[in-house]
């Protein structure tokens, strides 16, 4: 590999290799994982996921080589510093290559209601995913999402997209078959994880891992990072921006980690020496970012970018921490919940304002949950979908009041997408005789909360 001055890169090497900033050097040989190991090869072995765990990427190690040929319409460049093996590409106009979401009304003239139905021309399980990490946000232009686009899951090839859920497209990516791209944006800017499967004509394959940044003015100018990815940072399968770092997860051996790249300096900001405590679910904040930690129990902690981490919230007794999100609307309140070890559809939600020491959490019982599969928290509500009947559920976070939502004839609720004080939107699976156990990420359903009516579903407490 050669030496960069102005750019550098982030090569995942192997035990004991290390790449020190600025020196030329060579390649030594690479990590190896199992041949077909992709980004959710290792599912999180304490943490009740949502519901697109169950829907796992197609693996990339049976892929058949790149043939060069991008299925999108528009120009697309090679993103820079990366090897001539990996596809990965961006589009040189993202409005070109990816079209606005075909937004329509709802059927039987429903009151307030819009859907679409995602139709790349490809039939894949994946239409219309949403990406793992702080995938959805809010601002002045309205609500940004980055989902991919599956285009060919016998090959694993896909579109990156991030997009105004009402409006055009702010960046785009193409991932071919022999690499694996993970991309978020938020307010900062944007993050991109890259992970280059590199045959070696062995029953095993070589892994390069890149980790670049963009700001939302310029996607197209990309800032890299060079540093060794020890082994207690295997492989990222999802990647988030905060204001001046990244966060990352990434699995380490079958488990699942978190961590955090400084700008500053360009060093990792380690929980523990070695990076190696079980933790998941990285979510940026000030000084650092929060993160659900696998101690027994399970708890929730603050990593600060200096390193280490602080444990935040401890579960009440029976319980322990299932999930976490941060009311960004509301100055990053903490909103988690804690699920019964008798039975884990068993959920209780609370919140608090947003605090960095255990001594600042000042939590509150917000309601009691049965089969709660996913949710998201924004401006002083929580929209969730409820396994059992498919519904969605909006809860008040003042006093746990709520509302179910049904979804449109024919197609069920997988996992929502957002929410504000206008609307909820939510991904939607169109039913598949082909597939009737498999959720299918077929597109969205909005819904105007104006047209709800007051609050009717108890808080369950």
């Not at 209601?113 to 601002?139: H, I, K, M, T, Y």
């Not at 890299?224 to 207690?232: A, D, G, I, R």
């Not at 699920?339 to 304002?353: G, K, N, V």
């Amino acid at each position: 590999m050669r030496r960069r001055s102005s750019l550098a890169v982030l090569l995942f090497v192997g035990v004991g290799g290390v790449l020190s900033a600025g020196v030329s050097c060579t390649a030594s040989p690479s990590k190896v994982l199992p041949l077909g190991a992709g980004l959710d090869a290792y599912p999180p072995p304490r943490y009740p996921d949502d519901a697109s765990s169950d829907a796992r990427r197609p693996p990339v190690g049976d892929a058949a080589p790149w043939t060069g040929e991008i299925p999108i319409p528009g120009e697309w460049l090679p993103v820079p510093e990366l090897p001539a093996t990996c596809s990965v590409r961006i589009a040189k106009d993202p409005k070109v290559s990816a079209s606005r979401l075909p937004w329509k009304p709802c059927a039987n003239a429903r009151s307030g209601c819009e859907v679409f139905l995602a139709d790349w021309g490809v039939d894949s399980q994946w239409r219309f995913l949403p990406e793992r990490l702080d995938n959805a946000f809010e601002d002045a232009a309205g609500v940004h999402l980055t989902y991919r686009r599956y285009l060919a899951p016998d090959t694993g090839a896909s579109q990156v997209v991030a997009q105004l859920l009402n409006g055009e497209a702010e960046a785009t990516w193409f991932s071919g078959p022999n690499c694996i791209l993970s991309a978020s944006r938020s307010r900062h800017g944007f993050a991109l994880s890259i992970v280059d499967v590199v045959a070696t004509g062995t029953p095993e394959r070589t892994v390069q891992q890149f980790l670049a940044w963009s700001t939302s003015l310029n996607p197209l100018r990309f800032e890299y990072v060079e540093e060794s990815l020890t082994p207690s940072l295997k492989f990222s399968q999802g990647v988030a921006r905060g204001a001046n770092f990244l966060t990352l997860e990434a699995t380490n051996g079958g488990t699942i980690v978190a961590s955090a790249f400084r700008f500053s300096d360009r060093q990792f900001a380690r929980s523990t020496p070695a990076n190696d405590l079980d933790a998941a679910r990285p979510l940026p904040a000030t000084g650092g970012y929060v993160s659900l930690v696998g101690s027994d129990p399970p708890t929730l902690a603050f990593m600060p970018l200096e390193g280490g981490y602080r444990t935040l919230v401890r579960p009440t007794p029976a319980y322990f921490v299932s999930d976490l999100k941060l009311d960004r609307a509301n100055g990053d309140a903490l909103v988690w919940t804690e699920a019964e070890f008798a039975d884990d559809y068993h959920r209780i939600l609370w919140t608090s304002p947003f605090a960095n020491t255990e001594a600042g959490v000042v939590r509150r019982r917000i309601a009691r949950f049965d089969q709660l599969d996913s949710y998201v928290a924004n401006a002083g509500v929580v929209v969730g979908r409820i396994r059992e009947s498919r519904n969605a559920r909006i809860v008040r976070l003042s006093d746990g009041m709520g509302w179910d939502i049904e979804s449109e004839p024919g197609t069920t609720f997988v996992k929502p997408i957002w929410i504000n004080d206008d609307s909820v939107w939510m991904v939607i699976s169109k039913a598949d005789p082909r597939t009737p156990n498999l959720p299918r990420f077929s597109g969205a359903l909005r819904i105007r909360r104006s047209t709800l009516g007051p609050a009717t579903v108890p808080n369950g407490l």
